[in-house]
């Protein structure tokens, strides 16, 4: 169970990381938490969040730019403990025109087979 900065008690994401909603956690560090996703659209597929309530990549900027360069430095992590030798596609929709469902920056990691050619 982890605390969350700027914590949204609506967010699905803040809940999930504080442990009010189960998941099956794969990584979790002191600002980054990745648990897998709930329909998965490949064979691996896993949501990195920060351990901060922020709403989309819109919302990445100065002031938070040291935890994003955080939270991409994990993805290496988490694909090569997956095992992911063949390669990855890292995802993050931002908004409605994108599909964005919950309002939570997130990245998606998906992998485990050849991944579409097309990626819209
Ligand atoms: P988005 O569409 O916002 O980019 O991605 C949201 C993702 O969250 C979707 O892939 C969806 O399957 C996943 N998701 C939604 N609700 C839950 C949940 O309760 N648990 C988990 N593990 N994933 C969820
Ligand atoms: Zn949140």
Known sequence: MSEVKNHDPECLFCRIIQG???STKVYEDELCFAFRDIAPQAPTHILVVPKTHIASAAEIGA?????????LSALPKIAAAEGLTGGW???SNVGDDAGQTVKHLHFHILGGERLSDRMA
């Open 20 to 22: 009010e909603i189960p």
């Open 63 to 71: 002031d938070n730019a040291a935890l994003a360069a955080h939270i």
């Open 89 to 91: 596609r890292i995802v």
